[in-house]
């Protein structure tokens, strides 16, 4: 097996804080691939492993230098194209509430709207971050000749909503604004990377909303920053603490929940968030991406093609789909006492009976059948023929009185 894309040393692209007010977290880079001086025809397709997604110091995030030909584990382990010939998210509008989604990524030509800008900083359809983009192209990013990646549900149409301004920041009331944008536009699904510990009235009127009109909401967990050791419980994070919200956090290659206390986060659902890969906002290269907001884009993804696949499902149903379908391995995770799963998305998109009951609160665990004694095989064996022997003698006892009380019931004085 082909091993996976890793991202490097400065794996913090989208671990996204959220907190409203300060600059969206992202990975420091020491120049961004257009401060390079990098061209089209520079660009190579390699094995190599894609660069962190940069920040920015200056201008804005350019082309990445590598075209990843090998696809990521996250994209492996969901395997979105076996349920494609079923559902690639034809229909369905997903908006990305984040930093805007660049039309000029290669992968999602055609299929970014125009947007809707809530901060007044540009047009939604630019993206000088990368960051709404990346988000964006692990939702619906169309396959792309000399590129492994591709996007959940490639048929999906993106609706970017910008909510970061110029300075990086998320502005109060921002989060608010999005959702109501978003709902007005008619997604069917609206993704959020970003969050905050304390929600005002708006944007719990905007959740209502959306819910009202059968918007399909997805938001991150917090990616819980707090020093190790410390005994303190993660703040509630909104719009992801509302239970009318799928709040996702991430997993790594190896199954590892990436948040410290998934439970205490409120986790409804896990999905790949480290080491994963996406589109670079110009060009056909790819960035290193990492975060909750990361999972969520996954969750967004197969959310788009359940609603494409089953039209008539409420918002209620496919986020209860999507629960109910997650895997539960047996091992030391979850906890007895944790309903979350990771994503299955095969499986959500092709069960067929569900059943109204809640997610289980626990893995089943198959009891083993009691086993014999290996050290008494003498035994074992005299209590087998003595049972054989007692069953043989009661068949025989009941066929003689079968026959004799037929002969009985033949008789006639």
């Given at each position: 097996m082909t091993s996976p894309?890793?991202?490097r040393a400065v794996v913090a692209a989208l671990l996204i804080t959220g907190v409203v007010g300060a600059a969206p977290a992202v990975p420091a880079q020491a120049r961004t691939a257009a401060a390079t001086g990098r061209t089209a025809a520079e660009r190579t397709t390699t094995a190599a492993e894609p660069p962190a997604l940069p920040q920015v110091t200056g201008g804005c995030v350019g082309e990445s230098p590598t075209v990843a030909d090998t696809a990521p584990w996250a994209l492996r382990r969901m395997l979105p194209?076996?349920?494609?010939?079923?559902?690639?998210?034809?229909?369905?509008?997903?908006?990305?509430?984040?930093?805007?989604v660049s039309a000029g990524a290669t992968a999602l030509r055609g299929a970014v709207r125009r947007g809707t800008d809530v901060v007044g900083s540009g047009a939604a359809d630019r993206d000088c971050y990368g960051r709404g983009t990346a988000l964006a192209g692990i939702v619906a990013a169309r396959p792309v000749t000399g590129s492994a990646f591709v996007g959940v549900a490639p048929e999906a149409t993106i609706l970017p909503i910008r909510i970061v301004d110029g300075k990086g920041k998320v502005a109060p009331g921002a989060i608010a604004a999005g959702i109501r944008a978003a709902t007005a536009a008619k997604a069917d699904v609206i993704l959020l990377g970003v969050g905050t510990p304390a929600p005002d009235a708006e944007l719990r009127a905007a959740i209502r909303e959306a819910v009202t009109r059968d918007v399909v909401l997805v938001a991150s967990v917090s990616d819980d920053t707090r020093p190790a050791g410390t005994t303190q419980k993660p703040a509630p994070w909104y719009p992801a603490a509302h239970p009318d919200v799928l709040a996702v956090g991430g997993i790594d290659a190896k199954g590892v929940p990436t948040e410290k206390s998934p439970?205490?986060?409120g986790v409804d659902l896990l999905a790949p968030a480290a080491d994963?890969?996406?589109v670079a906002p110009r060009g056909d290269g790819h960035y290193a991406v990492a975060g909750p907001a990361v999972a969520a884009a996954y969750a967004a993804g197969a959310a788009a093609l359940i609603r494409a696949h089953y039209p008539k499902l409420s918002q209620a149903d496919v986020r209860h789909r999507l629960e109910l379908t997650a895997e539960h391995p047996l091992g030391s995770w979850p906890a007895p006492s944790v309903g979350y799963g990771?994503?299955?998305?095969?499986?959500?998109v092709t069960a067929l009976e569900l059943g109204r009951t809640p997610v289980p609160s626990q893995p089943q665990v198959l009891q083993p059948l009691p086993t014999?004694?290996?050290g008494e095989p003498t035994t074992l064996i005299a209590g087998s023929v003595a049972a054989g022997m007692v069953g043989l003698a009661g068949l025989a006892y009941l066929s003689a009185m079968t026959v004799k009380w037929g002969r009985r019931r033949r008789w006639r004085p």
């Open positions: 894309v890793r991202a194209s076996a349920v494609w010939p079923l559902t690639r998210g034809r229909g369905v509008v997903v908006a990305v509430i984040d930093t805007g439970a205490e986060a994963a890969v996406s990771t994503l299955d998305l095969y499986h959500a014999a004694d290996p």
